[in-house]
């Protein structure tokens, strides 16, 4: 690179490598020299699987960034080289805007791109974070149900003017009350009771609950392979994963509605990569599709995080308990958003035979 650009490269402060067509590094940024502790001479024109090691699917999502021509992020990822140990990262997809078949791939290290404290991995912070957030939402309980109480008691003495104002107090204690209440549910989730699952009757019961409430003014079409083989998953978890993923869509959506498509498919061809080389093969994939407005790109890299939201009443909970349910199932989940098209896709293993009933 030469130019203008090579300024802009080399002083970006984010840790980015050019990956060409063919799977090889292009090029690679000072930054990122730095974070893989090696250097571009030794990497320009290696293969990028070579010499880096992901636990991600990543060809797969770099052949969706190049035939979308739309970015993608996938969050919490293992990424180690020879020369460093693996460090937690969200990654960042781009096509390159010049039909070269090009993808930038950036880094941020989680410790980096922690917003919730700076000194400790900034996965622990937020799960302490959310520690912190369970012990203060069971304290605040008590002394709110005393200020709800009170407003109903002065509300019956009250003109009907002033009691616009009780009313006020009722409702937003209401609200706060329902944040704290997701609070905890982040905090009480137990270790997932798995067993072998058929996705499509968590889907079905998903699909019914939103559409007689919170998605009652969105169409809902199916479009299954119903060969799937069942997942291994605790049952009420995946269902609360689904209620999440299409309860944002429906929101996203606005009053006006929309059409949520929910995709299953089978794909063995991806892969978790590991280090020690245990691949753990994800091949059942969900895919919630809206055709809303997409990912504000403000919040699109955290939208994981605990306390992200994009919504004027949102606690930002809602994926943050998503992504540890499918992490804790051995899961990923992708998302990808453009305005008109956004795709949750959530991939999970098969049960083990031996627990297949159908
Ligand atoms: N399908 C979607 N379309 C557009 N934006 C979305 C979608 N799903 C999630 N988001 C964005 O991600 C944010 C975080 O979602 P979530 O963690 O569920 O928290 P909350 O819904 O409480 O805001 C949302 O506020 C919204 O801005
Ligand atoms: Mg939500």
Redesign the pocket.
């Known amino acids: 690179m030469t130019g203008p650009d090579d300024t802009l490269w080399t002083s970006l402060p984010v840790p980015a490598i050019l990956i060409a067509q063919d799977g090889t590094i292009a090029e690679i940024n000072p930054s990122a020299e730095g974070f893989l502790n090696t250097s571009a001479r030794s990497l320009r024109g290696a293969p990028v699987w070579d010499k880096i090691m992901v636990d991600a699917p990543l060809e797969e999502a770099f052949a969706r960034v190049r035939s979308n021509e739309s970015p993608l992020f996938i969050n919490d990822v293992d990424v180690s080289s020879g020369e460093r140990a693996p460090m937690v990262c969200n990654l960042q997809i781009a096509p390159m805007q010049d039909d070269s078949g090009r993808v930038l791939l950036m880094f941020s290290p989680r410790e980096i791109a922690g917003r919730l404290g700076r000194s400790q991995s900034s996965k622990t912070a937020a799960m302490s974070a959310i520690g912190m957030a369970e012990m203060l939402a069971h304290e605040i309980k008590n002394p709110l149900a005393g200020i709800t109480g009170a407003a109903q008691l002065l509300a019956m003495n009250l003109s009907q003017e002033d009691q616009e104002m009780t009313d006020l107090i009722v409702g937003e204690t209401r609200r706060i009350l329902k944040l704290l209440q997701q609070v905890e549910q982040f905090g009480n989730l137990l270790p997932p009771d798995r067993r072998a699952v058929n996705i499509h009757d968590v889907l079905d019961r998903a699909r019914k609950s939103a559409q007689v409430g919170f998605a009652a003014h969105m169409t809902i079409l199916e479009d299954y392979d119903p060969s799937l083989p069942s997942t291994f998953a605790d049952a009420d978890q995946l269902l609360q994963v689904v209620l999440?993923?299409l309860?944002?869509?429906a929101?996203?959506s606005g009053k006006s509605g929309g059409t949520i498509r929910i995709h299953t498919f089978y794909e063995q061809s991806l892969r978790l990569r590991r280090k020690d080389g245990t691949g753990g093969a994800v091949p059942l994939h969900v895919e919630?599709i809206?055709d809303?407005?997409?990912?504000?790109p403000e919040?699109a890299a955290d939208?994981?995080e605990p306390f992200?939201?994009?919504?004027e009443?949102?606690?930002?909970?809602?994926?943050?308990?998503?992504s540890k349910i499918i992490a804790d199932h051995e899961g990923w989940i992708v998302?990808d958003?453009v305005p008109g098209r956004?795709v949750?896709r959530i991939s999970l293993p098969v049960a083990p035979k031996e627990l297949e009933t159908t």
């Open positions: 999440n993923l309860k944002n869509a929101e996203a919630i809206d809303g407005p997409g990912l504000k919040i939208i994981f992200v939201s994009g919504r009443n949102g606690t930002g909970l809602g994926l943050a308990l998503v998302v958003s956004t949750f």
